[in-house]
Every structure is written in C-alpha cells, then in structure tokens.
C-alpha cells in the first residue's frame, strides 16, 4: 500500500535510530555541548564545550557502600548527565566527569553523598557540567531523578526507578525492574528481558528487540504523545502486541510484515507478532507506529 505522505520512510527511519541518537550525545542549553559516545566507561570518552570551545576538564572518584534495603538515590542536577552500569562488585564507583569555561570554577564542581543520596553540586552560575559514571552492583536498587540531562542504564538486575523532566533515558540489557518515566524527552531500549515499564508524556519511544523470546515478567511501553518504535527480529517468538489509538499513521516494514497479524477499526490500529504469551506491548496514544522485522525488504510495506 502506498504510503500517503504523512509519515515517510525517511521519518520512521529517523524514529529507529533514536537509540543511537540518544546515547550517542545530548546538547544541554545555548553554549553547553555533551558528547558522549556510544559506551562511556572514563572521562575520557566524553566531550565538553561551551561556547564551541574545548572545556576546563577535571574528574574526581568515590566509591560508596552498598546497603541492604536501601536503594541508592541519583540527584542528576540541570548540569549534570548519569550513567549506570551493572557490574560484579559489591559497592558503588562513582566517577564525577567535571567541565567548565576555566579551570578556576573546577574544584566547585563536587559529588556528595549522604545518607544513600548521590548529587552533584557547582556553582550558581550555568557555566559548568558534572557528569556521572557510576558503576553499580548488577542486583543494587536504584533511584535517579533526573531535571535536563541525559540517563542511561546498562546491565542492571535490581529494582531501578528513574524519573526525568526534560531529557533521554536510554535502557540497554536490564534484566531487572525497571520503571521509568520522561515528561519531555525520548526513551529507547533495548534487550531480551527484564520486567520493563516505560512512559513518555512528550515524546518517542523506541524499542529494538533482540534474541528469539523475552525472558521475564515483560515490556510495557507507553507514549501518551509521540511517536513508537519497534525494531524486532524475524523470528521473534514472544507474542508482542503494537497498537496506536485513532487514525495516527501506522507501518511495517521487513520480511515478517506478511505474517501479522491486523486488527483495523475505528478506535485504533494494531498489529500482533510472535505465537506465544504476549509479553511485549507497545502503544501511543497520539503519535504515528513503525514497525520493522529482521533484515530490511526491498519492498517495505506501509499501512495509512
């Protein structure tokens, strides 16, 4: 079926890299720029700038010990970004990335923690960027309230809560529980397991599913206005269900579109892959679908 031009291939595809796009950096305000790679796991890996030019840089490392019942709490401040990965340890490391126009408002720059509470503290002035690198036990439960910067989490199996106003979550292989929530900004994950709840307000969702079956309670992602995503292979077991209310736009696109299954009414659209128990759920209330199975077809086929 022809696509009617409301939603092109070109912007599904867009849609599709929001992974990437949202782990591969994040522009903070006018003269504030963070890059950070697809994997940071030092300062190194990060780049800061304000005003076009190469920031000030410091770090400073802490480790903070894990407790029994207490989750860790991420206070991730206007100028600051946080990225969690799950590792066999039995405490939390804490690399703190500094940046700033000079050298002189570095040492302002600082971590605290008290209390189970982990923040970032600087000066008055938005002239600087504290940027978290935290490796955590895989199991640890986690809090981050997050106001404009970036959050990714990465390896994690405990019970991990984020919240974020205005900007990216990103959720790669967690097998744990994770919920997360964005007010205005894009969420994107990606795995085969875990029990997922996510939910943007403002903005997209893109999920890439990966392996044969989900492994756990499941994925239940929600996108009040914006568009979804999903990226799924071929041969994709677990029943997973997409659907869009209204007549937003709504396309498939690979060799396993043939198979779904379509139910098309007035109240919505929606497509159901896989033959076993649904455990993956995708939905928008106000916003256009892209779905795409295995490898790219040649002919993509689109439903309006």
């Known amino acids: 079926m022809a696509n009617s031009g409301t939603f ?4 599904a595809a867009a849609i599709l890299l929001l992974p990437a796009a949202a782990s591969a950096g994040h522009r903070h305000h006018d003269g504030v720029s963070i890059s950070e790679g697809r994997d940071p796991r030092q300062c190194s890996d990060i780049t800061m700038e304000f005003s076009g030019e190469p920031a000030a840089r410091a770090e400073e490392r802490r480790t903070i010990p894990a407790v029994a019942g207490q989750p860790l709490r991420i206070d991730s401040s206007a100028q600051s970004g946080v990225r969690v990965r799950g590792a066999d340890r039995a405490d939390f490391e804490v690399l703190l990335c500094k940046g700033a126009p000079d050298v002189g408002t570095l040492p302002q720059v600082t971590a605290a923690s008290a209390d189970g509470r982990l923040s970032v503290r600087g000066p008055a002035s938005e002239d ?7 490796t955590a036990p895989r199991g640890a439960a986690i809090e981050v309230d ?20 205005n900007g990216p979550i990103s959720v790669s292989d967690c097998p744990g529980e994770i919920d997360a929530e964005a007010q205005n900004g894009p969420i994107s994950v990606h795995g085969a397991g875990g029990k997922l709840r996510v939910e943007t307000r403002n903005g997209p969702i893109a999920v890439a599913l990966s392996g044969s ?13 914006g568009p979804v995503s999903l990226a799924v292979p071929s ?19 690979g060799d396993g579109c043939a198979a779904v ?11 159901e892959l896989g033959d076993g128990p649904v455990l993956v759920r995708l939905a928008t209330e106000n916003g256009p679908v892209s779905v795409r199975t295995g490898a790219s077809s040649a002919d993509d086929e689109d439903d309006d």
Do not use: E, M
């Open 261 to 271: 299954r379509r139910t098309w009414d007035d109240d919505g659209k929606k497509i």
């Open 213 to 225: 079956s989900w492994s756990g309670a499941g994925l239940d992602a929600r996108a009040v206005n």
């Open 146 to 165: 997050s106001i404009n910067g970036p959050v990714s989490l990465s390896g994690l199996a405990g019970r991990v809560s984020v919240r974020s106003q």
């Open 8 to 11: 092109s291939a070109a912007a």
């Open 235 to 253: 041969d994709y077991r677990t029943g997973t269900v997409v659907q869009s209310l209204g007549h937003s736009p709504f396309q498939c696109r």
């Open 128 to 134: 600087w960027y504290g940027y978290l690198l935290i």
